[in-house]
């Protein structure tokens, strides 16, 4: 009996950070006999029958990692094929004392910039981590496995691009400063004093203080550089509204710092919309087509340049870009290829 014990902080599709972890979860189910989640939290009935999720949410971090390790010891027997540590390194720091002794696989999935002592903890312990691309881990490590970003593209079909006022920019993500929104601010101004007619609008959540203040920095952004007409800064959306945003946009802007490659630009290229992105980790996807898709992160100039260039096409080469986009994404990010990859690194 093949077994996989996977563990994430939500399971719930409608999540505005975690939802694309269901569809994940389905591909790596289609692969096992059985798939057993471990989560804080699980809204029922969204996976498929041969999963069993056990919740370990309790109050207060001890209770809480006390419910996780007594659940992950019961899921130990009959032994499975590893265990896998979504996103959080700490998962992964309680499991492999656990796991590995008795000869089980942990495997650490992470996919950010951010490099913390529990990151550097977690790497030592676990047999394997995967992510993204061998980029997307912050940490020069020789356990580290280039997946993809695990795109269920039966969720994205080439939009029909519809009819808009001007040349239509979409940014989609949290409202961090991270994101690099002030570049994308202060470029989207130059592009328009050069005299392209051009739009943006943001959707995201801010989760945090940080966020909700970077939020209202950005506000006051838009009305120093006269942008009140020409941007509106939205609020979160579900997955099952990334559709019409597509279809309403020419193209997707994103501008994350290195080392995380935001899930939505293989989203948006997978719906055959154009992106402009400023993070090295996406050459595979976007470099070697003209105009070029690729921007210097703090360069407002760069950014403006991308899109005069981009916008002076007709939309029938737009169009050409995005189904090549597609087609790059199917043969390096879909959710199959992830879910191949995770059970071949399970494996070793």
């Not at 096992?32 to 069993?52: I, K, Q, S």
């Not at 008795?102 to 977690?122: K, S």
């Not at 570049?183 to 130059?190: E, K, P, S, Y």
Request: charged share 25%.
């Amino acid at each position: 009996m093949r077994r996989l014990v996977f563990i994430t902080q939500q399971v719930d599709p409608g999540h505005p950070a975690l939802a694309a972890t269901v569809p994940k979860l389905a591909a790596l189910a289609s692969r096992v006999d059985e798939l057993v989640v471990l989560a804080d939290g699980a809204v029922p009935g969204v996976l498929p029958a041969n999963c069993r999720v056990r919740p370990f949410r309790a109050p207060g971090r001890l209770g809480r990692g006390l419910r996780f390790e007594a659940a992950l010891i019961r899921e130990l027997s009959p032994r499975p094929q590893a265990v896998v540590a979504h996103m959080c390194p700490i998962y992964a720091v309680l499991s492999a004392p656990i796991a590995r002794p008795l000869g089980i696989r942990v495997l650490l999935w992470y996919t950010h910039w951010n490099a913390t002592r529990t990151l550097r903890l977690a790497e030592r312990l676990v047999s394997d981590v995967v992510s993204v691309d061998r980029r997307s881990f912050p940490l020069g490590s020789r356990k580290v496995t280039a997946t993809g970003h695990g795109v269920d593209l039966s969720e994205h079909s080439c939009r029909e691009a519809g009819q808009g006022e001007g040349f239509r920019l979409l940014g989609l993500g949290r409202y961090s400063p991270a994101k690099g929104l002030e570049t994308v601010l202060r470029g989207l101004r130059l592009a328009i004093d050069q005299g392209l007619d051009a739009r943006l609008v943001l959707h995201g959540p801010a989760l945090s203080t940080e966020e909700r203040g970077h939020r209202a920095e950005l506000d006051r952004l838009v009305s120093e550089l006269g942008l009140e007409a020409r941007v509106r800064l939205g609020h979160a959306v579900l997955r099952a509204e990334l559709a019409p945003l597509f279809q309403r946009a020419d193209v997707l802007v994103n501008n994350m710092r290195a080392g995380a490659p935001d899930k939505v630009v293989y989203e948006a290229a997978a719906s055959c919309l154009p992106v402009l992105a400023s993070n090295p980790v996406f050459d595979g996807l976007l470099d070697g087509l003209a105009p070029p898709l690729r921007f210097d992160r703090d360069d407002p100039a760069s950014l403006a340049e991308r899109l005069h260039g981009l916008a002076a096409v007709s939309p029938e080469r737009r169009a050409e870009l995005g189904h090549i986009l597609r087609e790059r994404v199917e043969l390096g990010h879909s959710v199959e290829r992830w879910a191949d990859r995770i059970l071949e690194v399970a494996a070793r």
